[in-house]
Structures are given as C-alpha cells and as structure tokens.
C-alpha cells in the first residue's frame, strides 16, 4: 500500500489550528521526582528501568498524558513494540486530544491507518504537520517525509471508501463455465467473445500409470452471440492454425472482425518470449492466416503482449518492457502507415506509464477511452484498472472501489455502447473463475458508440463500409473515392443512414459551415495535391468564410481553391490532366 508515490497532496493548510485545550499533561508534583528519574533513563537508552518508572507515574496519575506519551516513546524507542505503541499513544490522545508534541499524532495516525480508519488517520497526520511545520526540532521533521506518504495515502483511500461506486458483477452466460476462463475480449459488434479457457490435456492411453491431479492446459476459445437465447454460446475452440502448442491470448479485433491481434509465447534456445500475431480473415479459403508482427514492434529479447487495436485498424496498443520506457513494463503505441506497414511504436509518455508496471490496454472503441492496468498508480493494492482520455491532458483516474481491490485486477474490456464491462474474476457463488460482467457506472463510461453498415454508391459500383459512429457527438464521415471528391456530413449516430452516403463522379454535399467538415476536407486536400476545388453555397459570405479557413488556418494554396455564391449547396471538383 505504501508502494510509489507519485505526488504530494497535504491538507493541512486547510485545517485550523489546533486550539491548545486545556488538559491534564503534567503529572502531580509529589510525583515529579520519579517522572525525571524516568526522563533521565530514557535519555541514557536504559529503557527498561525508565519504563519502570513510568508506568508507576502513570499509574498514579490516571489522567496525565506526559507518562502515557513517554511511554508510546519507550515502545517506539525499544525494539518498536506494536502493542504498546498502540495502547499508549491512544491513551495519550483521549487524555489529550491535542497533546502538543508532534509524534503523538503521527504515531496515532498510523495507528488509525492500520486499523482502516483513514478520516482519523488523516485527521492525526494534519495535526503533526501543524505542529511540524516551521518547526526546528529535529525528533520532529524526522518523520516529515513518512508522515507525508502516510496522510496521502489516507486522504486518497478515505476519498475512496466515501465515494464507493455501483458494482454488482454476474458470470457472463455461456463464456463462463465449471472451468476457468480468463482474459477476455468483445468483438465491437458484441458477437463474438474470445477468451482462454483451462482444459484437460489428453492422456495417453498407453501409459501404465494415472495421474491423481488433472492435468490442464490453456487454450484460446470464442463464443458467439445468440439473440434468440440472449447470451453467448457455451463455447468453441479456435482452429488451426491458433493452439499449436504454444500459449497464446490477450486477442483483439478490428470492427469488421477479419483482423485478429494476440499474443504467442515461444520458446527460443530456453528463452521464453511473447511476441504479437496478426491473423487475416481469407474470404477465399475460409480460413485465418496467420503472421507475426515485424521487428519495430516485437523485438528478440524484449516481450511484448496484450495487443489492443483500434476499431478502424489504425492504432495498435500493446506492453512491452523494452528500452526507453519509463519503468518495468510500459504502454506503446504506433500506427498504420499508408504502405500498411505500422510505425516505430512509441512510448505513451508520463500521462500513462510510471516506474511501476503498466499491462492489459484497452482502446475502447471511440479511439481516445483508454482502460489499462497499473501497480505504479495510486491504488489498494498490486494492479488496479484505471482510465484515461487520451486525447485529454488530465491523468488516469481509478476505478474506484470496490471494484479495484487488494487482489489484482488484470485484464479489462468495455463494450461498444460503453454500458457494460467486464473482466475476469470470481464471485461467491463460483469455485472457478469466470467472465464477470456488469453495470459500468456513468462517470467510468467512455463516449457510447455503435457500428453502423452503410451503403456507398461510387462509380466502380456498390460496397458496404463499416462505421464506428457516436451516439453523442457530431460524427464527421469522409470517403476517398477514386476519381471524385469524398462525400463528408454530419449529424448525430442515430441520424446517419444509407441515405446520406451517396457520392457521384464529381459532386460531394457538404455543410460548409462546419468546422470538422473543413478540417476533414483540408485535410484530404493535403493528400491529394493535384485537385482543385470551388467552394458554392447560397449566400456568398458562407462560401467566402469556408475559403477564408481553408486558406488561413489550414494553409491551403490559394489557387487550389475558388468561391462563389447564390448557387446549390455544392462542392465542385476540377481535375488536373
């Protein structure tokens, strides 16, 4: 719990100070004599007979604090005795709740942190720093670094019992079984559910002898989604060429589910390295084909696992421990280049990865929610699930509990509609582990999406495209049509049917007074330098502020652009022989 701390909050500043309460500190002056004797002892490290002497003070003087104090000082001093620490400082501080010595507070907040009381621990940790604070002495300012830890650690952990969120997870039907299931994954259409699953290995017959343990083995698995039963199926295992032999998971899909990335662990001259696949749906031959990542991405003596790719098959995410991170295992990225091949991944930076370990990315399907799994964050204990925006510039936020635990929480998926979550766990009522899923509560959810099909008419004929959409914001849809200006429009998910998408030889619609249409206008322009265009919108001014934009803010060429008005609302194309 008191792993790395990444920064400092204090509180303080904020509390008043501490009114000096009047309480029986002092001991009675016919007992002054044997509490000096006491004092003296202690000072010369003969602890046993200061301790002597000061528990008969203490006993003859019930509601003084200094004989309590001193002797929480005597526990702490001679060999840290945890029972009399605890017995001591807590008599102390009911005798005096504002002893005005700064390591009664300090001691007594431990103690509240160990008991999980952390509104009082950091009650206590404050009190020591407003005593501490300015202060010379240096028995004090010893324990300033600790006390530090200790308050952060109690402020962030009270924080999280107040503030407990929604959590009540169920075995997803059908993936889940008497057998083990883990790490799983939901295709972006949610009909399809990969995981591995733990089972028997076949014996040979032949042997002489039985083995009184079942022996197991893990193997990659998809269930497919029944809508008329309303759950997945019980399972299947994948074909060849997936469970050859080697170990693999951590599986993640395109939208169109013809692009599967996982993990494969090998052995190579006893060294065992995982390394990323990439299998390719083959129409023709119904079958997968597989091929392993090129070495930008997996290395020789670096392992790299838990892929994650982007719904659009443009990002790929995955761990790695390879040089240049920023500590044992880091987050990294790269992309797809114009030639297919995928760009030198690069490190997601301090925003997401610290000196600690971070695994398992999920990039939900609106390409900027990214859900992981980190020891280096602040949490409760080993590896807790954490989210970030990517596109934002805050830091990853905690699950919160009681979702996040003392146990480790590895692996994690949200589905498309960002509703539901799931991981792999156990609850009550199961002897093995299952894929648990449940409620994601509001301010966990990423930006809700859904996979729209939509029909485009060109002049080599009709195709279907799969479409990530927003159920929220404006969507911006381009297409690259061969010969023709792409058609771009906006509007809401929901609003966005077959019928907007339609492009002809040389006339695209436009809303030209959307500024993430001009963008996405500018910036396929810039891809293909040989196409002029016209601006046309019924009333001049419009058309004028689009060129405007066009040529200041997106610093298009002039002469690649021209503008008129009181004409349909159209964008023509003037090709370049």
């Known amino acids: 719990m008191m792993g790395v701390v990444r920064s400092l909050f204090f509180s303080f500043l904020l509390v008043p100070l501490i009114s000096q309460a009047q309480c029986d500190v002092k001991v009675k002056s016919g007992d002054q004599k ?71 507070h300090y001691y007594m907040g431990m103690i509240h942190y160990t008991d999980e009381r952390y509104e009082e621990a950091s009650s206590e940790f404050n009190r020591y720093f407003q005593l501490a604070n300015g202060s010379d002495r240096q028995e004090w300012t010893a324990l300033y670094e600790e006390a530090s830890a200790y308050l952060h650690w109690a402020q962030f952990l009270a924080d999280a019992e107040l503030h407990r969120v929604p959590f009540d997870p169920v075995p997803l039907r059908g993936v889940s079984s008497k057998r083990n299931e883990d790490i799983p994954y939901i295709t972006p259409d949610g009909g399809r559910c990969y995981y591995l699953r733990e089972i028997p290995v076949k014996r040979d017959r032949t042997s002489f002898y039985t083995s009184t343990t079942e022996k197991t083995t893990w193997k990659l698995f998809y269930s497919d989604w029944s809508s008329k039963d309303s759950a997945f199926d019980s399972g299947h295992e994948l074909p060849a060429p997936f469970n050859q032999g080697n170990s693999e998971g951590a599986v993640s899909a395109t939208a169109d589910g013809r692009m599967l990335f996982f993990s494969r662990l090998t052995v190579d001259k006893g060294y065992p390295n995982s390394d990323i696949y990439c299998a390719k749906w083959e129409e023709g031959g119904e079958k997968w084909k597989v091929e392993k990542l090129g070495n930008g991405i997996n290395g020789n003596d670096t392992w790299e696992s838990q892929p994650s790719v982007s719904a659009d098959g443009h990002w790929l995410l995955f761990a790695s421990n390879r040089k240049g991170g920023q500590g044992s295992s880091d987050l990294w990225r790269c992309h797809r280049l114009p030639n297919g091949d995928w760009s030198r991944p690069e490190n997601l930076g301090s925003r997401v990865n610290t000196e600690g370990n971070e695994k398992f990315p999920f990039l939900h399907a609106d390409g900027h929610t990214l859900y992981f799994v980190s020891d280096g964050w602040q949490g409760f204990g080993g590896y807790d699930v954490y989210f970030i925006d990517l596109n934002g510039d805050s830091y990853p936020t905690n699950l919160g509990l009681p979702i996040n635990s003392e146990d480790d929480n590895l692996s994690f998926g949200v589905t498309t509609d960002g509703l539901h979550a799931y991981f792999p766990g156990r609850v009550a009522s199961s002897r093995s582990k299952d894929i648990l899923y449940f409620d994601l509560y509001p301010s966990a959810r990423p930006e809700s999406m859904r996979l729209c099909d939509i029909k485009m008419d060109t002049p080599q004929g009709s195709r279907d495209t799969l479409l990530m959409l927003s159920e929220k914001n404006t969507n911006v849809v381009t297409f690259d049509v061969k010969g023709c200006l792409p058609t771009i429009k906006c509007g809401k998910a929901r609003e966005l049917d077959r019928r907007y998408v339609q492009v002809s030889d040389s006339i695209s619609v436009m809303d030209l007074g959307n500024t993430q249409v001009l963008d996405a206008l500018a910036a396929w322009l810039i891809e293909h330098p040989r196409v002029h265009v016209v601006l046309e919108c019924p009333k001049s001014d419009e058309a004028k502020t689009a060129y405007d934009y066009l040529i200041k803010q997106k610093k298009l060429r002039a002469e690649r652009l021209g503008h008129r008005g009181g004409t349909a609302v159209t964008t023509k194309q003037i090709r370049l022989q």
Not at 40 to 65: C, D, F, H, I, T
């Open 34 to 104: 044997t509490y000096d004797q006491a004092m003296e002892y202690y000072g010369q490290q003969q602890y046993g007979e200061a301790s002597k002497l000061m528990r008969r003070v203490a006993q003859r003087n019930p509601k003084a604090a200094d004989p309590q104090f001193w002797l929480g000082m005597l526990a702490v001093d001679n060999g840290f005795n945890i029972s009399g620490i605890r017995k001591y400082f807590t008599k102390c501080i009911s005798l005096c709740e504002n002893y005005p010595d700064a390591r009664a």
